[in-house]
C-alpha cells in the first residue's frame, strides 16, 4: 500500500477517534435552563450596568470582525500566491537558503508578517479596555506583554517548524506518520507545561494565604474527592479589572488558579461557587479530554496536510513542488488559518457544553444556587460582559453558556429540576 492510502486510513482512524472522545466525554443532552428563568434573571442586574456591558460590546466588535477578516485574508495571500514562497527565499539567502534556514527563518518571518499587520487592531482593542476602565494596564505594560507574547510564539513556533519540516527533508514520503506522533506529543506535552514555563512569563502566582478561606476552598476540594495540590492566586490585577479563576495543567502540575481581583471583589460564598465550577472541570478531566481532542485534532490535520499536498493546483499557485518543502510553509498557515475558522465555532458549541457540565457540578457541591447566581451576575457586570448576547455570535464565539443562561440554570436547579 502507498504512503498516501496509509495516511488517508490513518486519517479516518484519526477522525473517529476524535467523535468517539468527544462522544464519550462531552455531555450531549443538557437542554438550556427555561428562557423565562433567563429573562427574569436579566432583570434582577442594573439596566446601566446591561447597558455598558453591550456599549463595550458594540465597540469591540468592529475591531473583533475586522481582525478576522485581516487575518484570513493575509493568510490567503501569502499561502496561495508564490508571496509566502518569496518571503522564505530572501530570508534564508544569507544562509544560502539551506532548508534548515528556511524552514525556521522562513516560517518565523511568514508568521511576523501575520502578527505585524494584526498589532494595529490589537492595540485598538486595548485602547477600548482602557477606555472601559478593563485594562489596568498602561502601554509600556501592555507593550512588554506584546513582546513575551512574541517570545513565546516564537519559541513554541521554532520547535514546530523546526521538527516538521526535519521530518519532511529526511522523510519525504512518510513525513505525514512523524509528523503525525510529534503534532499530538507536542499538544500533550504544552499542555503540561504550559502552567509551569508559559503561565509564569505573564503572572505571579503565589499560594493562597493560610486562612479560613483556604481552609474552606480546601476542604470542599477533598468534599469533593479532587485532589488539589494548591490554590493559587494569580496578580491579575496588575493588567485587568476583570475577574476569573481556571483550572489548568495535568496531573502533577494541575492547579487551581483564582484572580486577586476575585477576592478583592467576591465575599466568600461566591469565590466558592467559582471554585466549586473549577473543581467540576478537574472531577470530570476536562482539561485531559481537551488535550486527547487536541492531539487526535492535530495528528489528523498532519495527514489532512499530507494528502493536500497531492492537489497540483494548490501547490502551483504557492509556487512551491511540495507541501513539504519549507517554501510551502506560508500555505501550510493558510490552510490552517481556514481549518482553524471553520472548526471555531464547533470547538465553542463543545466547550459551552463542558462549562454548562461544571455550573451543575458547582451548584451540586455548593448547595448554593443564590451564591452561584450572584456570582454569575457579578462576573458578566465586572467583566463588562454582555449577559443575553445576540445568539449568532453566542453559537459562534460563545466558550461559555451565556450569563443569563447560567443564572436561570441556578433557578431551574433550586426547583429540583436539574
Ligand atoms: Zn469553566
Redesign the pocket.
Known sequence: MSPRAWAAITLAVLLVAVVVVAALRVPWTAPPAPRGDQLAALDTLPADAVARGRAFHAALRPGTYLSLALGLLVAILLGLTPAGAWIVEQVSRPFGGHWLARALLGGLAVVFVGEIVALPLAAWRQSILRRYGLSTQDWSGWTVDMLKSYAVGAVIGAIALVGFFTVTHFAPRWWWAWGAAGAALLTVLLSFVFPVLVEPVFNKFTPMPEGEQRTRLMAMAQRDGVPVRDVLVADASRRTRAVNA?VSGLGPTRRIVVYDTLLEKAPQEEVESVVA??LG?AKDGDVFTGTLLGAFGAAAAVCALYLLGSWGGLLRRAGVDAIGDPRAVALLIAVATVAGLLAGPAQAFVSRRV?AR?DRHALQLTGDPAGFEAMQGRLSLVNLGDPDPNPVEQFLFGS?PTAVERMAEARAWARGER
Do not use: G
Request: proline fraction near 0%; glycine fraction near 0%; aromatic fraction near 14%.
Open positions: 481556571y465550577h473549577e472541570h462549562e461544571a461559555h
